[in-house]
């Protein structure tokens, strides 16, 4: 998985909770990608990044924003967590932005209650 | 509004046929057109991508055929193996694009099951 991790792999939650997912990167690739995947609805880009402290928003930022405080770690937060959320989260890094390749972690399982 | 049609959902070919996935799209934007490879439990992984200035790309059994006038592009994987039942997924990322953040544009996936 191209040197990328995400915590936690899985997590329950209830309606109202706030919950924090993490990708951590040991490549040093500058830009860094927060998207969900759906059943029927592929994936869709949430958030990017392109640099520390540098952020965007993607196709479906509404309730989530991040945070990049290191170049190796991006920061996923749902401030308070609805049913709609109920989905998995890949993180996703690239050493250039459009047509360079991005690699894809392992995902985050929410499940929120 | 969704700007990368794949099709079909789901597709069922017999070990050593040629399984063909079909995408279309809408954003001239679009200069970069990747698929990708999914198995359960797993995050996506690049299997093979094109940019519109050729028309086609093969790397082993995996070929892109790109029609830029028709802005269509599609996966054709020869003698299909069992080991390549997945999900698989086109996108197309260009500047701009991606809800202006240069992120890959999905297409929705096609479950691909290689029968023995």
């Known amino acids: 998985d191209a040197g990328i991790t995400q915590s936690p792999r899985h997590k329950v939650t209830e309606t109202g909770t706030p919950v924090t997912l993490r990708c951590h990167q040991t490549e040093n690739h500058r830009y860094m990608y927060w998207y969900r995947q759906d059943p029927g609805h592929g994936l869709r880009l949430i958030h990017y990044s392109y640099g520390v402290k540098d952020t965007d928003k993607g196709e479906v930022s509404d309730g989530y924003s991040v945070s990049r405080s290191k170049t190796e770690d991006f920061l996923l937060t749902l401030e308070s967590a609805t049913s709609s959320q109920t989905s998995v989260y890949f993180c996703a890094i690239s050493s250039g932005r459009g047509g360079d390749t991005q690699y894809f972690g392992p995902g985050t399982r929410l499940t929120v209650l | 509004q969704q700007q990368v049609k794949q099709s079909p959902q789901s597709l069922i070919v017999q070990k050593g046929g040629i399984s063909i996935i079909n995408c279309a799209y809408e954003?001239?934007?679009?200069?970069?057109f990747p698929w990708y490879q999914q198995f359960p439990g797993k995050g996506p992984a690049l299997l093979i991508a094109i940019r519109p200035d050729v028309s086609e790309k093969k790397e082993g059994r995996f070929t892109i055929s790109f029609n830029k006038s028709a802005k269509q592009f599609s996966l054709h994987i020869m003698d299909s193996q069992p080991g390549d039942s997945a999900t698989y997924f086109c996108?197309?990322?260009?500047?701009?694009?991606?809800?202006?953040?240069?992120?890959?544009?999905f297409g929705k996936g096609t479950h691909l099951i290689i029968q023995p």
């Open positions: 996108a197309a990322s260009g500047e701009g694009t991606g809800g202006g953040a240069d992120g890959l544009t």
């Open positions: 954003n001239t934007a679009f200069d970069y």
